[in-house]
Each structure stands twice: as C-alpha cells, then as structure tokens.
T-cell receptor
Framework: DTGVSQDPRHKITKRGQNVTFRCDPI?????LYWYRQTLGQGPEFLTY????????KSRLLSDRFSAERPKGSFSTLEIQRTEQGDSAMYLC?????????????FGPGTRLLVL | AQSVTQLGSHVSVSEGALVLLRCNYS??????LFWYVQYPNQGLQLLLK??????LVKGINGFEAEFKKSETSFHLTKPSAHMSDAAEYFC???????????FGAGTILRVKS
C-alpha cells in the first residue's frame, strides 16, 4: 500500500493557461474524490468517481473544470483558462466503498498558483 | 444539510498540557464524524472516526474524541501535548457511506515549550 499520490506537487501558471493534475489512488480503491482547499479554510468537495463513473459534481466545479477517471484507476483534473481565483491546494482522496463509514485517504495535494 | 463548526481558529497550549479542540456538527440524520490532521504543505491524515459503534473513539498519536448526541459535539482531546502535535486539525462529517466529506474551517494548534 503506497498511499495516494498526486502529480505535480506544485504548479505555477499564468492566467489563461490550462493545467492538468493527476491523482493515483490506493490500488483497489473504487472511489476517488477531488477537493479544493484555499488558505485558512477546510477542503471543499469538487467531484467524485466510483470506478470510472463520475457520480457527483459540486456547484464549485465551473465548466472550466473537468475531471476524468478513464479506466477506474488514476484520475485527472483539468482547469482551462485559469483565473487567479483558482489558486488553491487541490487534494485527491480515495476510498473503498463498504457498508458503514468509508475512510477517505488523502494524497499530499497539488498547490496551484495562478499569476 | 450537513455542516461543521470548529470553535477557535487557533489554540495554543504548553507542552504537556491538555489539548481540547472543539467541533460541533449539524446533521438531519446520525452522522459519521472524522478528525484529520494536516501538517504544513501536506495532505490530510486521519486521526480517528466515529461510526456509531462506540461514543468514545481512540485514534492515533494519543488522541481521542467523544461523540455527544445531545450536544451535537465531537471534541478532540489529548491528555498531554507534544511539540510534534503542532499542526492544523479538521473535523469532518458525512452521511453514511459513499458520500463527500464536509469539513470545518480547521483549528491551528500551537504547542509552546
């Protein structure tokens, strides 16, 4: 069990550019979540997948954001035409769905700075 | 709708003193509750979770939390603070399995020597 990994760990981009982040969940975990965390706040839910199906998207996820999990393993989060307000830490978590409370295991995050 | 309130954005304690971080939740159904810790520039690590099996939950690093339905609280405690406990702590709630976590705003714990 190698844990959830995210790449890159840091990204600096100019406003208007597109960026893509990758998340590799714990193997055999069928659920994958994306959260966004801004300074001084707790993480906020963006979207989640069960296997390759995207089951829920937050209203925070504007149409500039798109997420995929093509084979039910790794996931990508793309932000098009970045804005300064997109600057945040993007966290990925994975879990194994089961009866009772699932535990979400978080990756180290990707910190995005939009100049 | 679910929500979580963490009282006190910053808490400062002396090394060896009791740690008490407060969390109150709002939920229309019995919730599942979690405490996570975040060290600078890192992701979140699970400290403990309440899943209705027992109201007093023991976690890692000597932390524990007690679920009090009458007070809608899930406060985190540790009898004796250590310098390595300095971090930000988040309380979170979700409804049954397969659901997103709703987090509080976090409490930064400072431990003084």
């Amino acid at each position: 069990d190698t844990g959830v990994s995210q790449d890159p760990r840091h990204k600096i981009t100019k406003r208007g550019q597109n960026v893509t982040f990758r998340c590799d969940p714990i193997s055999e975990h069928n659920r994958l979540y994306w959260y966004r965390q801004t300074l001084g706040q707790g993480p906020e839910f963006l979207t989640y997948f069960q296997n390759e199906a995207q089951l829920e998207k937050s209203r925070l996820l504007s149409d500039r954001f798109s997420a995929e999990r093509p084979k039910g393993s790794f996931s990508t989060l793309e932000i098009q035409r970045t804005e300064q307000g997109d600057s945040a830490m993007y966290l990925c978590a994975s879990s194994l769905v089961m009866v009772g409370a699932e535990t979400q295991y978080f990756g180290p995050g990707t910190r995005l700075l939009v100049l | 709708a679910q929500s979580v309130t963490q009282l006190g954005s910053h808490v400062s304690v002396s090394e060896g003193a009791l740690v008490l971080l407060r969390c109150n939740y709002s939920s229309s159904v019995p919730p599942y509750l979690f405490w996570y810790v975040q060290y600078p520039n890192q992701g979140l690590q699970l400290l403990l979770k309440y899943t209705s099996a027992a109201t007093l939950v023991k976690g890692i690093n000597g932390f524990e939390a007690e679920f009090k339905k009458s007070e809608t609280s899930f406060h985190l405690t540790k009898p004796s603070a250590h310098m390595s406990d300095a971090a930000e702590y988040f309380c979170a709630v979700n409804l049954s399995y397969g659901n997103k976590l709703v987090f509080g705003a976090g409490t930064i714990l400072r431990v003084k020597s």
